[in-house]
């Protein structure tokens, strides 16, 4: 990740004696020591050097730290080298355009709420949280329930609080396993989906999405926005549906509700096909105009 204005809010502040001081938020350092503990390895690659930076870097224990690069583009690829990876491996967080050289190669790219439009346009995702301002953590937790590693990290932060009550403690039975719960997961998730000059062109949201060992995502309660200069002109909803966002298609068996203008169309099972532009709809198809005349 990046430092200033990821895990900074930005600003610089200096005493008279011309010593650098930067906030930090606790969240996103909570979040950076649960990714230790799950394995994963962090990095800061920052444009500026500063011993803010690497004393931050040294109290979480980060292992990976390159300050003050001259492109973050080669910098990644000193790191693939130095820690055998790949590109596609890596998840990046960043806020800036100097970091575009870098979200264009990763695998998993992802732009700060406040980043610029140009920066947001090219990311896979997009936080709710602004840089310094817990951006960190909310990556950190997507990543982990994706992984399946969030109730592992949950269970070794539980906390056994002595008993205050004089009385008899009654362990309750052990409930029966979920064989059907998920075992990792993104929830309230979106998926922003910009052309080249940045404008927004799809979007897709839900209340929980496990991540599929093919890389597809089995989303619940999928909504599909559809806009046309950045004005919503489509919306399909469907309570289930598997999302194939490498080849842009998306695929149901539930039932299924598409709404433009002054239609609605409602049926059972069907495709989206982001390269075609297509919706088709398989069975039980009704069609719904409201007030006037069928629009095309």
Known sequence: ???????????????????????????????????????????????????????????????????????????????????????????????????????????????????????????????????????????????????????????????????????CWKTPPPAAPDTNAPSGYIEKFEFPDRDENGELRRRITGERARLLPDGLLDVENARMEFYSSNKLVMVLTTPRCVVDRARNRATTDAPIRVERDNMVITGIGGEWDGNKGEVNIRSNTQMVVRGGSLTR
């Open 1 to 167: 990740m990046d430092v200033d204005g990821v895990l900074t809010d930005g600003k610089l502040y200096f005493a008279d004696d011309g010593r650098e001081y930067k906030s930090f938020d606790v969240r996103d350092g909570h979040g950076i020591v649960m990714a230790r503990q799950a394995g994963l390895l962090v990095g800061f690659v920052s444009g500026r050097p500063s011993a803010a930076t690497a004393k931050r870097a040294a109290d979480l224990g980060v292992s990976i730290l390159k300050q003050s690069p001259a492109n973050k583009g080669e910098t990644l690829l000193e790191i693939c080298r130095e820690q055998d990876l790949r590109p596609e491996q890596i998840a990046y967080i960043g806020d800036e355009l100097l970091d575009l050289p870098v979200l264009r190669r990763v695998g998993c790219a992802v732009a700060v709420a406040n980043a610029p439009l140009e920066v947001r346009a090219v990311a896979h995702y997009v936080t709710r949280h602004r840089g310094g301002n817990g951006a960190v953590r909310e990556v950190v937790e997507l990543l982990l329930k994706a992984r399946g590693d969030w109730k592992r990290i949950l269970a070794a932060h539980w906390v056994l609080l002595p008993l205050l009550w004089v009385g």
